[in-house]
């Protein structure tokens, strides 16, 4: 089973940076797919960025470009380095991680989220 936490969420000025951390316990975080989601009071967790455990990224239309996602198998961590922060960025940003095999196997992991505030 996969425990992760969230941390480096705060506040910070239009046009600044952040970056977030995932630390990841157990021994098999190499074959899971990290992700990061965002989710605003009222709206739906939506997507932020992927990335599988090859190393194939993935980013929302709206961040891409700002934000890099990264891993770092042997440390058991993921991170989202967000540059050029926008106001619609705020939200309480979720790691995840997710694993699919075979035909039935599946399963998912989440961390608490941690906030982040962009103010203009």
């Known amino acids: 089973q996969v425990q992760l936490v969230e941390s480096g969420g705060g506040v910070v000025q239009a046009g600044g940076s952040l970056r977030l951390s995932c630390a990841a316990s157990?021994?098999?975080?190499?074959?899971?797919?990290m992700g990061w989601y965002r989710q605003v009071p009222g709206k739906e967790r939506e997507l932020v960025a992927t990335?599988?455990?090859?190393?194939?990224?993935v980013y929302a239309d709206s961040v891409k470009g700002r934000f890099t996602i990264s891993r770092d198998n042997a440390k058991n961590t993921a991170h989202l380095q967000m540059n050029n922060l926008k106001p619609e960025d705020t939200a309480v940003y979720y790691c995840?991680?997710?694993?699919?095999?075979?035909?039935?196997?599946?399963?998912?992991?989440w961390g608490q989220g941690t906030q982040v505030t962009v103010s203009s």
């Open positions: 995840k991680a997710e694993r699919r095999s075979g035909i039935t196997g599946y399963a998912e992991y």
């Open positions: 157990g021994r098999i975080f190499s074959v899971y797919t």
């Open positions: 990335i599988s455990a090859g190393g194939t990224t």
